[in-house]
């Protein structure tokens, strides 16, 4: 019992739930793995009763939880109503220069108790706060989402798997639930201005204590009308003028086309995370060196102000012609797109433009951006710079250079200036495209704008990791658990923040991420949003069945993001498919954020099975046919995605049986379609099924419709295969049409089978023609 008590103490789950009914205990040695982790001693009898007397003497001599949560307009919650009477509450702004609200005093007989907010408390944190008592964290959900995939491929699997979406209990389809009747706030307190401060109180003839006070918004903003917009992977959309890869010039490119001429609200991508240096590349989007900076790998060149003045203009040109061969390559020749040979023609390129001198202004736009970020970027570009010369991984690096305060580092600064100002500038440099690609956006009439993409994690060697070693748990992986439908769990390779370290900084590293992402976005995917409450960790050494659950402070978290996206005007989108514990999606959805619902997984799980009717969606989410880790709409209804799945040997049972199963889920939902009026053409045109899944999700009441790009042609070929590793060219496929001949920028905005699609979504009231479109691609 007491390694179970110090477990619940730290957030550490000892046991968790695959499914309704089914309880798993955790083994005892990842339990104390874990508490090692967050460095806490729990190897041996003796050193539990010493961590945990310790713990339970913090706890109760505790005045504060490490943070408290102001939501404007609520009440307030029980850490600061159940302070005594006379107690003295101070606020230190978070802005150095903003003057401070007087301090307060809670009155004689104290202050009325609040009742819990709108929708009740934070799954798994009964009372508020991380350390305020009540349910123990983490032992009461079920797992992940299934699927095998292989070590090191964050979100392989989550779906491709077969996970059941939604079973989790009531809620899944609903909104938010009312709020009960609140007090009025009590006359001692004055609502500090939003932001993360700094809460001291001292009660009479009692000692101080302080806490982060998060002031937040109720609720994230949201999209200001229903809207449609396309889904793509940033590099798979190539144009005639691409170095290899689709880039943020493409993207520019595609907002302000599809903005004005389709009427698109939204384009959502991949994340443009920087990538960890070195040959190979891992290609994926979602296992990054750093997630706080952009990869300089997505700019367009020919965009850079100092291209038009590079003093050896035949050396720019020889690059753009290995360029375009590159391209060539991919969209003639079968290739695939090879990130690494983009870098290196770019990094090239790069070099010979950062040499050219900056003219007044755009030096002083350079020095305002390396002042705004700060240390932050100072120290991602010495990684960049330190990992040039010792190799990707940090923890391979002299001894001295793993410490990135160490007198060596600071030595090894000063001689590699020149590397260290080269990644800088073209932070830079990707950071104005970003703003330019957002603008170009907003400039053709999108409610919206991009939706960039947060990924659940950093890959152990890379410059996040290296920058902020107090905030991660070294050691550990995060994963998913197993369950019915992936015995063997997973471990995707990518170490977790401590949620004790991100509470003591303020939840610094979390709002700088956010600030960086958040500063170009229409509105933020986060992936696998459930991480927000708890993830899976996996020891170093251990397989995934024997990790565990690892609580945050939800409330925390919820708050930091819904201010930093109000901040920002953005709208927040939470990945939330799979297996999710209850009362999640209702506290996401409490605070605005959107949820994600794939058409296929929409049935009624908790009843008869069969797909539901448009009504019964969501209102406030997402609604797609697909996503990048499933199969394309024309693959799912033609069955091409089993087949694929066959050949490469990922089936558990016959081909037959799998076929026979696929071809009846397919059925059923092409009848539903067929019934609603929505499919005229009959279930054997591909094309006109396609269609039919769009007009179906414009039925449901959902905020934003996402269309695949990929849909819009007839692409059959998934971007990523979960459980696949070498065997499939994951992250690396260029948009493709129904035959599989890759297809340009260009080529897709004069396809007829896109203009017939997207005249599906395109809104009633306005009649065909309306909007402008180039000679040819123009219906009527």
């Not at 005045?63 to 606020?91: C, I, R, S």
């Not at 809620?171 to 993360?196: K, N, Y």
Request: with cysteine; net charge negative.
């Amino acid at each position: 019992m007491g390694l179970t008590r110090l477990a619940a103490l730290h957030g550490v789950a000892t046991s968790f739930s695959p499914s309704a009914g089914v309880t798993v205990p955790v083994p005892e040695g990842t339990v104390v793995a874990v508490l090692a982790a967050l460095g806490v001693d729990a190897a041996t009898p003796e050193a539990v009763r010493e961590a945990l007397a310790a713990a339970e003497s913090a706890a109760g001599s505790r005045l504060l939880p490490a943070t408290v949560v102001v939501w404007t307009g609520e009440p307030l919650p029980p850490a600061l109503t159940a302070l005594p009477p006379g107690t003295e509450l101070t606020v230190r702004p978070e802005e150095p220069a903003a003057a401070p609200p007087p301090p307060m005093r809670v009155p004689p007989g104290g202050t009325v108790p609040a009742v819990s907010g709108p929708g009740g408390a934070v799954p798994g944190q009964e009372g508020g706060g991380r350390d305020g008592g009540g349910a123990v964290p983490g032992q009461e959900g079920g797992g992940r989402d299934g699927g095998g995939a292989v070590p090191g491929q964050e979100g392989g699997g989550r779906d491709g798997g077969g996970a059941v979406p939604g079973q989790e209990g009531a809620g899944r389809h609903g909104g938010a639930a009312p709020a009960p009747h609140a007090p009025a706030t009590p006359g001692w307190w004055t609502e500090p201005p939003l932001g993360v401060h700094r809460l001291t109180v001292r009660t009479p003839g009692g000692p101080a204590a302080t806490c982060t006070l998060v002031v937040a918004p109720a609720r994230v903003p949201q999209p200001p009308v229903r809207t449609h917009g396309f889904l793509v992977q940033l590099y798979s959309l190539l144009s005639a003028r691409s170095w290899g890869m689709g880039d943020l010039g493409d993207l520019a490119d595609l907002a302000s086309w599809s903005g004005r001429s389709l009427g698109a609200g939204f384009v959502q991508i991949n994340p443009l995370h920087a990538a960890v240096l070195g040959t190979p590349t891992d290609p994926s989007p979602y296992r990054p060196s750093s997630r706080r900076f952009p990869d300089p790998v997505h700019l367009h060149i020919e965009s850079v102000p100092e291209y038009g003045h590079a003093p050896d203009p035949a050396a720019l040109d020889e690059l753009r012609h290995r360029a375009a061969e590159l391209s060539d390559a991919v969209l003639n020749k079968g290739a695939l797109i090879d990130r690494d040979a983009v870098w290196a023609l770019k990094r090239q390129a790069l070099g010979l433009l950062v040499g050219v001198p900056l003219t007044p202004g755009r030096r002083a736009a350079y020095c305002d951006f390396l002042a705004e970020q700060g240390q932050a970027l100072e120290d991602h570009a010495l990684w960049c710079a330190l990992a040039e010369v010792h190799g990707s991984d940090w923890h391979t690096w002299p001894a001295g250079l793993r410490d990135p305060r160490s007198k060596e580092t600071a030595r090894a600064r000063a001689e590699l200036l020149d590397r260290v100002d080269f990644h800088c500038r073209l932070a830079w440099l990707t950071d104005t495209q970003l703003a330019a690609a957002q603008r170009a956006a907003k400039d053709a009439g999108m409610a919206v704008g991009i939706v960039h993409d947060l990924a659940v994690g950093v890959h152990p060697g890379g410059a996040d990791t290296w920058a902020q070693q107090d905030a991660f748990a070294h050691g550990m992986s995060v994963g998913a658990p197993p369950d019915a439908f992936n015995a063997r769990g997973q471990d995707w390779g990518l170490p977790p923040w401590r949620p004790d370290a991100l509470a003591a900084s303020g939840y610094a590293p979390y709002r700088g991420l956010l600030r960086g992402l958040l500063a170009h976005a229409g509105a933020l995917r986060i992936d696998h949003v459930m991480g927000l409450f708890r993830l899976w960790w996996v020891p170093e050494g251990h397989p995934p069945t024997e990790g565990t659950y690892v609580s945050h402070d939800a409330e925390a978290m919820l708050a930091v993001l819904v201010l930093e996206a109000h901040r920002a005007g953005a709208v927040v989108i939470g990945e939330d498919l799979g297996t999710v514990e209850p009362g999640v999606r209702e506290a996401l959805a409490r605070r605005g954020v959107l949820g994600t619902s794939v058409l296929w997984f929409e049935r009624d799980w908790s009843g008869t099975g069969r797909p539901l009717a448009p009504e019964q969606w969501r209102e406030d989410c997402l609604a797609t046919a697909t996503t990048h880790d499933l199969p394309s709409t024309a693959a799912r209804l033609t069955g091409d995605h089993v087949t694929l799945r066959h050949r490469l040997g990922l089936l558990t049972r016959p081909l037959a049986e799998e076929r026979t199963e696929d071809g009846a889920d397919t059925a059923e939902w092409l009848g539903l379609l067929s019934r609603l009026g929505l499919l005229p053409e009959g279930g054997d045109d591909e094309e006109a099924a396609v269609r039919a899944v769009h007009r179906f999700l414009l039925r449901t009441p959902a905020r934003m419709a996402g269309v695949w790009l990929p849909d819009t042609i007839g692409d059959r070929r998934p971007q990523n295969l979960p459980g696949t590793w070498d065997q499939y060219p994951n992250w690396r496929l260029p948009i493709a049409d129904a035959e599989g001949r890759p297809v340009t920028l260009e080529e897709l905005a004069a396809s007829p089978r896109l203009h017939r699609l997207m005249e599906v979504l395109r809104p009633a009231q306005e009649p065909p023609g309306t909007r402008t479109a180039p000679p040819g691609e123009r219906r009527s």
